[in-house]
T-cell receptor, first 115, second 111 residues
Framework: DVKVTQSSRYLVKRTGEKVFLECVQD?????MFWYRQDPGLGLRLIYF???????EKGDIPEGYSVSREKKERFSLILESASTNQTSMYLC??????????????FGPGTRLTVL | GQSLEQPSEVTAVEGAIVQINCTYQ??????LSWYQQHDGGAPTFLSYNALDGLEETGRFSSFLSRSDSYGYLLLQELQMKDSASYFCAVRRGNQGGKLIFGQGTELSVKP
């Protein structure tokens, strides 16, 4: 079974703090993703990576950065946390997808509260 | 702009059939996915349609019409455990993974 783990289930930080969210997958997947999930808005893509040291902006990258130094690990960084970044953060991974498959495997999520 | 529209809530009874519709307007389209998420849990993959037509996986089926920018998820023989949120998502990239999600449909299955 594919396993995607996230470093914390719940996290409380103060405004202005630098926050690191870690994600690790154990299936040698090339692709990794960070989403945030807010009620009524579904999941929104923040950043993704198709390979080590490679990153691309998603739909809402402002206020975030990422790091992928090893294939299995993808980190999301909030340089200076703000209250509007209070959310559920979900990490996902997938293999390189052909035209007829597209399966992402999600971690359990980190619920971040910024005070 | 890019958008996906799906109903916010659907209620049905055990044993019934329910259809959750999804219409989309996106720049770039490679296929339509469906994910299930139980309360407090991680989203899990249900199905993916790259071509027009119906894909069946057990009690769940998914349909796509690219010309109509429309798809649906059909759940048959509903069970209480099917109570969850269901998200449609459009794949925008050739390499896969670049998904844009709908806001989700909360399905409540009643006894």
């Amino acid at each position: 079974d594919v396993k995607v783990t996230q470093s914390s289930r719940y996290l409380v930080k103060r405004t202005g703090e630098k926050v690191f969210l870690e994600c690790v997958q154990d299936m040698d997947h090339e692709n990794m993703f960070w989403y945030r999930q807010d009620p009524g808005l579904g999941l929104r893509l923040i950043y993704f990576s198709y390979d080590v040291k490679m990153k691309e902006k998603g739909d809402i990258p402002e206020g975030y950065s990422v790091s992928r130094e090893k294939k299995e690990r993808f980190s999301l960084i909030l340089e200076s946390a703000s209250t509007n970044q209070t959310s559920m953060y979900l990490c996902a991974s997938s293999t390189r997808q052909g035209p007829f498959t597209d399966t992402q495997y999600f971690g359990p999520g980190t619920r971040l509260t910024v005070l | 702009g890019q958008s996906l529209e799906q109903p916010s809530e659907v209620t049905a009874v055990e044993g019934a059939i329910v259809q959750i519709n999804c219409t989309y307007q996106t720049s770039g389209f490679y296929g339509l996915s469906w994910y299930q998420q139980h309360d407090g849990g991680a989203p899990t993959f249900l199905s993916y349609n790259a071509l027009d037509g119906l894909e069946e996986t057990g009690r769940f089926s998914s349909f796509l019409s690219r010309s109509d920018s429309y798809g649906y998820l059909l759940l048959q023989e509903l069970q209480m455990k099917d109570s969850a949120s269901y998200f449609c998502a459009v794949r925008r990239g050739n390499q896969g993974g670049k998904l844009i999600f709908g806001q989700g449909t909360e399905l409540s299955v009643k006894p």
